[in-house]
Every structure is written in C-alpha cells, then in structure tokens.
Nanobody
C-alpha cells in the first residue's frame, strides 16, 4: 500500500520560511518523479516544483528563487524549502509521486500553508 505523508505546514508571517516534508512508503521511491502541488479553494491544483529520479528540478515561475525542492532516495523522503513566503503562497500543498511510463500517480493528503500577518 502506497502512502505519501506530508508534514511541516502551518502559519507563517510574510517573508518567513517553512519546510515541507513528504515521507513515502510502499513504492520504489527512486524511480518516481516527485513533486509538490498546491491548491486553493475554487482553483485547480497547480505544480509548484518537481524533481525527477536523477535530481533534475523544475519550478513554477511564481516560486523560482524562493523555493527549493530536494529528495533523499536513501530515506524515501522529499522536501520543499520555502523562503520569502508571500500571502499568495497560501494553499494546501500536496506531495505527488508519478511514474509516467506506467500512468501511475499517487497523492498525499495535503498540508495547509498559511502566510499571513
């Protein structure tokens, strides 16, 4: 049974930092592309950052230079370091594991990030 468990969300002031983590189990972690997505009420889920098995990263333009995605294949974990947070970063953040060649896609339950003074 595949599980993706996010942690690290919370309330932070504008300009602050948070670090999200995703712990994966039940899958061969090092063959999956891993990503962070976010969603606000009434909007579609959007890609925040992606890291492929080899470590190549992709970021949404809105977070480039502020967010850093990383993975530890030995520990089956992925992280998102979020700096210089803005109110518009407020959303539920979801961990995703994707194996495109087999159309396999898994999601975590989400963690709330609120940026507010």
């Amino acid at each position: 049974q595949v599980q993706l468990v996010e942690s690290g969300g919370g309330l932070v002031q504008p300009g602050g930092s948070l670090r999200l983590s995703c712990a994966a189990s039940g899958l061969t972690f090092n063959v999956y592309a891993m990503g962070w997505y976010r969603q606000t009420s009434g909007n579609q889920r959007e890609l925040v950052a992606l890291i492929n098995p080899g470590g190549t990263t992709t970021y949404a333009d809105s977070v480039k230079g502020r967010f850093t995605i990383s993975r530890d294949n030995a520990k089956n974990t992925m992280s998102l370091q979020m700096n210089s947070l803005k109110p518009e970063d407020t959303a539920v953040y979801y961990c995703n594991a994707n194996l495109r060649a087999f159309s396999i896609n898994y999601w975590g339950q989400g963690t709330q990030v609120t940026v507010s003074s």
